[in-house]
């Protein structure tokens, strides 16, 4: 893994982290700003989200849970459904 590689991933997994510890504290809000960095951080280096060791199917299935916890808490979804779809479109080959 190249040195940008790592810290795209090491950055992208304190924001995982960030948002885990602001689950534990009942704090959606703070959990989806978290979430929310994760994506930014992979928009500005896509090539990092089909490289091996990438963390990207991680934050993928997190922002897909939050997504269910907001509905079942009656949450606004509208941001975390935009950032499903930020992901979505990072998912498709690099040309």
Do not use: K
């Amino acid at each position: 893994m190249d040195r940008r590689q790592t810290f795209v991933e090491e950055t992208v997994r304190t924001f995982i982290a960030t948002g885990v510890q602001a689950v534990h504290a009942d704090d959606l809000a703070a959990c989806i700003r978290s979430l929310d960095e994760a994506v930014a951080v992979y928009e500005s280096n896509p090539s990092c989200v089909h490289a091996p060791h990438s963390h990207f199917p991680s934050l993928l299935l997190f922002v897909q849970a939050t997504q269910s916890v907001s509905e079942e808490m009656g949450r606004d979804v509208n941001t975390v459904r935009e950032l499903t779809g930020r992901l979505n479109a990072l998912r498709r080959p690099i040309h």
